[in-house]
């Protein structure tokens, strides 16, 4: 197959959709990992002190993703049946509004309350703009979108970690919304997806029927394999990272670990292997054999992570790094499950899984925090690592290849 010029290529890229979606992403996850940033300091000022401070910290991080477990159901069924564009901006209108709101909190309550309501919001961007970007671009290209738009995303996480450090938390929450309140002015000149234009016409066809993902046995072990592979990302963000001070201390550090920073040189980390795993996959023309790469890298780094011990702040950091860019397979694994299903069910699907598999972080820390007092906090770990990174290799094994696969159909009933 002939390969198209760099310029055209480039012209792709340069799509309206691809730009505002990879804008939200970005925000979406400034705010998204805002909490692991702010969350001692933030829950010292609304008076929790001591042990309860991992204990409330699970507990806020839990509440942020059970609104993104019920918003990713919401979500998807809306775009599906709406559109995309409408789920697009109305989810950047919620997260905005709440992160404003989580700037004035004065008590534990109201600050479990707006995460959730957070995580409602949060919950749709990244599956209606991936979705979108599929949908738009050339079929041999839509990898180089979605590469994008994970690349540009992921690289808020890096402002979230430089203004939670350096500003009060309230003002970090204020410029998240802020940001993304800016963002819903861009909604001109963003056009809706031809393929669902043309579905929107087809009387026979049904369009977001969540449950029909699980009344078809081989539809549902597809959607199931499409969250399990995505798990151990979240496992690393959710636990190794968002706990890293509380590591730190039981692999006998020195120095006290900064969870801003952690957070920061992961998803420094991110950004690069985004970026490279999406090229590679175009490249070499697989999904699945980057995943299995990615996976091995990451239990290289997830074992040196555990199994070490006296840190020093330089080398924990860099193994931040290390985690974060094994761990950079989030845009080749969203773009999979945008590919594996048809377009009156894409919506759904793409805004779901990713949200399942954050939504996976509450199993995980509660396992996490039941276990730990037991087992201890590096053997627990352990544990849950292992398991979410076997379950994802079968997982990955068992999915058909998608690359260059023609999106335009539609799923039966």
Known sequence: MAKLPFSSRTSYLLNTAVIVAALGYFVDIYDLVLFSIVRIPSLKDVGV???????KGVLLLNMQMLGMLLGGIAWGILGDKRGRLSVLFGSIFIYSVANIMNGFVHTLEMYAFLRFVAGLGLAGELGAGITLVSEVLPKEKRGYGTMLVA???????????????????????????????????????????????????????????????????????KYLKCILIGVPIWYVVGILITFSPEFGRALGMAEPVSAAKAVSFSYLGLVFGDFVSGYLSQRFRSRRQLVLASLTLLTVFVAVYLLGSHFSLDMFYTLCVALGFASGY?????????????????????TTVPNFVRGAVVPLTLSFQALKDSFGLVPTAALLGALSLAIAVVSILTLEETYGKDLDYTEPR
């Not at 002190?49 to 204990?55: I, N």
């Not at 066809?205 to 549902?220: C, D, E, M, Q, Y």
């Not at 989030?330 to 759904?348: H, P």
């Open 49 to 55: 002190t001591g042990e309860a401070l991992l204990e």
């Open 151 to 221: 690349t540009i995303g992921i690289s808020g996480a890096i402002l979230a970690g430089v203004v939670g450090e350096y500003f009060g938390w309230r003002t970090a929450y204020f410029i998240g919304g802020g940001l993304g309140i800016l963002l819903l002015f861009l909604r001109i000149g963003v056009y809706e997806s031809g393929m669902f234009r043309n579905l929107k016409h087809a009387e026979d066809v049904s369009r977001g029927n969540f449950l029909s993902l699980f009344t078809n046995l081989r539809r549902f072990g």
């Open 330 to 350: 989030w845009a080749v694994f969203v773009t999979i499950a945008a590919e594996q299903f048809g377009t009156n069910i894409r919506a759904t699907v793409t």
